[in-house]
């Protein structure tokens, strides 16, 4: 947690030095293969990643995750397809939180369901499921990851859920009526199951000591990426793609 808070911040302690930021969050050690600041590019590259699992037969499953908007990107569009063509072991996984960056996504898409209305035009199944209930998306990945391990193809799920606060920090988020942010609030997945596991006779002290945990782990991260110095300029030059030049494509 400490090095990716502090890749966040920019910080010499992050998972890629405090080089990548917010915008690409990668760590292969944790065949985490990153983010991405172009919507939708990081689709295809999940589905290269699946290619290459199926092609070296590694039993591993690539999954993606992208909001509601993305669904209106080509290259969303162009990797569904071609993962349905050579039934790649992927998980596409659209978040759909009701809004682009401002924008209500009903606006600009004439289906009410931006990723499972479109599924079954590339032969997928049309999955829908509450983003809130973790039990419930619980289950969905494991259905999605066991069928693709079968050799069975991608999935497309729709994970129905909301975004607490606006787009970025800059974002007052004051285009969302006031009660549609109070009753999605209320539905908090975090709230939803502590009410879950106390109606099911877990020890309200237990989940308090849970929650203490958390925000002992959470604070010491915050701590460590308080506490650590920001990149060295050395580093500047340095792990680069390309010099700029034509000596690459040689």
């Not at 037969?57 to 162009?78: K, L, M, P, Y």
């Not at 193809?153 to 974002?171: N, Q």
């Not at 709230?191 to 002290?205: H, M, N, Q, S, T």
Request: hydrophobic share 40%; aromatic share 8%; with cysteine.
């Amino acid at each position: 947690m400490g090095p990716l808070m502090g890749e966040l911040a920019g910080r010499a302690n992050g998972i890629l030095g405090g080089k990548g930021g917010s915008m690409h969050l990668t760590d292969v050690s944790k065949h985490a293969m990153g983010s991405y600041a172009i919507v939708g590019a990081h689709i295809p590259v999940a589905t290269g990643a699946a290619w290459a699992a199926q092609y070296r037969r590694s039993d591993q499953v690539s999954v993606c995750f992208f909001g509601d908007g993305t669904t209106n990107i080509g290259a969303f569009h162009e990797a569904v397809n071609l993962a349905a063509v050579w039934s790649l072991p992927v998980v596409f996984v659209c978040e759909n939180n009701l809004y682009m960056e401002y924008t209500p996504i009903h606006a600009v898409t004439p289906v009410e369901h931006p990723a499972a209305d479109r599924a079954p035009a590339y032969g997928l199944e049309g999955l829908i499921v509450d983003g809130n209930d973790a039990d419930a998306v619980y289950t969905m990945a494991r259905y999605t990851i066991e069928r693709a391990r079968r050799g069975e193809g991608p999935s497309l799920v729709e994970a129905k859920t909301y975004r607490h606060k606006g787009h970025s920090r800059a974002d007052p988020g004051k285009y969302r009526p006031d009660e549609e942010v109070a009753a999605w609030l209320a539905r908090d997945p975090i709230v939803l199951y502590r009410k879950r596991l106390l109606e099911e006779g877990f020890d309200p002290a237990a989940l308090d000591e849970i929650d203490r945990e958390a925000a002992a782990e959470i604070e010491a991260a915050t701590e460590e990426t308080r506490n650590a110095p920001p990149p060295d300029p050395a580093t500047l030059m340095t792990e680069l793609w390309a010099n700029g030049g034509s000596e690459w494509r040689n």
